[in-house]
């Protein structure tokens, strides 16, 4: 298919998570997307499994979730033949990506300044931890560390759980998605002025954006503190009653914002406080607990039958187990295989777009290190 990104170069200097999920979203989207690697080892984040799970001799089962659907090129840039062919490279390219500590491109002669020089429309994107100045510009740039430092541990869980991260590397991901916007943005101004545009994100912006409803709540309302409740299931540390998952008889289910009058008369619960509004968030506990009682008494398939008859927002919690046996998992058709260099194939997800209707699929693993240097060479004519 004819995809939006079709014909434009992207050169990956990146580890990890979020510089090479960006260039994940490029590739999907048609471009061409070169990982530049050191030699033999490549990128670390070949190393970085879940659960300790390794595909291939190409690396873990996590870094071929992230890279697939790219090619790579092995370059030692300390060797001068090696940064040459690079720097040739980059005269070709249409985007750089990188998400180097600051100061580690500069040391190569691949920075903004430099790089732009070789190629006076280069669209350079760069990730940081913190920012390429200041005072934590030297902090590792890591997810949790990111999530614990901005205050986002504080908003899951309970009142007596103390801070509890998320279980995705949340901030990498949305930050990934805003480099993604912030290049597809640079490319746009690129179109009109024809010059080289900088793209700019860091990890703890990203996390700051995620947080901007309760960070606007926070400094609007006198700097009071992210107010969990006690009670276990609570959804929201800012949101009122109901708001919440609920044990049932047999499963949880989930009850998102409604009235609280029309769903206490539903769950059989007695006039009460819960006729107030003013009420539902400061006895927030209090109602919570009143309706998690009501709601042990029938099976969560029952609860949801009779509170979506009556049009309350609510849903069966399931494990992965139930979603992807689930018809709107299938329905979804969000799955894909990739085929290994070995002759196995990888199930993994597909890009989450449609572009005219038609889904983002390629079925290209990630690539061994240095895998496609002779295609490569060949196609840019780069000198051996």
């Not at 609280?260 to 006895?283: E, K």
């Amino acid at each position: 298919m004819d995809r939006p990104l079709d014909g434009l170069l992207v050169l990956e200097f990146a580890q990890f998570m979020a510089g090479p999920t960006t260039g994940l979203r490029l590739a999907d989207l048609g471009a061409r997307v070169i990982k530049i690697e050191r030699p033999v080892s490549g990128e670390a984040g070949r190393q970085i499994a879940i659960k300790n799970l390794f595909v291939d001799d190409n690396g873990s089962l996590v870094f071929h979730t992230i890279n697939r659907n790219k090619e790579s090129y092995a370059a030692d840039l300390k060797n001068e033949g090696d940064l040459a062919r690079v720097k040739a490279l980059i005269k070709r390219a249409d985007v750089i990506i990188h998400n180097f500590r600051p100061g580690i491109m500069e040391k190569f002669g691949l920075d903004y300044t430099s790089a732009s020089q070789l190629n006076g429309s280069i669209v350079y994107a760069v990730v940081s931890g913190y920012g390429t100045s200041g005072p934590w510009a030297g902090k590792p740039g890591q997810d949790l560390l990111v999530q614990s430092l901005s205050g986002l541990t504080w908003l899951t869980g309970s009142r007596a759980d103390g801070p509890v991260p998320f279980g995705l590397a949340v901030v990498d991901m949305y930050c990934a998605t805003h480099l993604t916007q912030g290049i597809l943005a640079g490319l746009l101004k690129r179109s009109r002025t024809q010059q080289s545009v900088l793209v700019e994100v860091s990890l703890m912006e990203s996390a700051l954006d995620m947080q901007f409803e309760v960070l606007t709540t926070h400094l609007n309302d006198g700097g009071k503190l992210p107010d969990r409740s006690g009670v276990c299931g609570s959804g929201h540390a800012y949101l009122s009653a109901p708001y919440g998952v609920y044990a049932t008889a047999k499963g949880y289910i989930a009850l998102a914002m409604g009235d609280l009058t029309q769903i206490a008369g539903l769950v059989g619960l007695a006039p009460g406080c819960y006729q107030d509004r003013a009420t539902w968030f400061s006895r927030r506990d209090e109602l919570l607990k009143q309706i998690g009682e009501r709601m042990k008494r029938q099976p969560a398939n029952a609860w949801e039958a009779l509170l979506t008859g009556a049009g309350v927002w609510c849903a069966v919690v399931n494990d992965y187990g139930a979603f992807t046996g689930s018809d709107g998992f299938r329905h979804a058709d969000m799955l894909q295989e990739v085929a290994l260099s070995n002759g196995s194939r990888l199930t993994t997800t597909r890009s989450p777009l449609q572009i005219d209707g038609k889904c983002l699929r390629a079925n290209k693993a990630a690539p061994g290190v240095g895998a496609d240097n002779a295609r490569i060479n060949r196609d840019y004519h780069l000198t051996s």
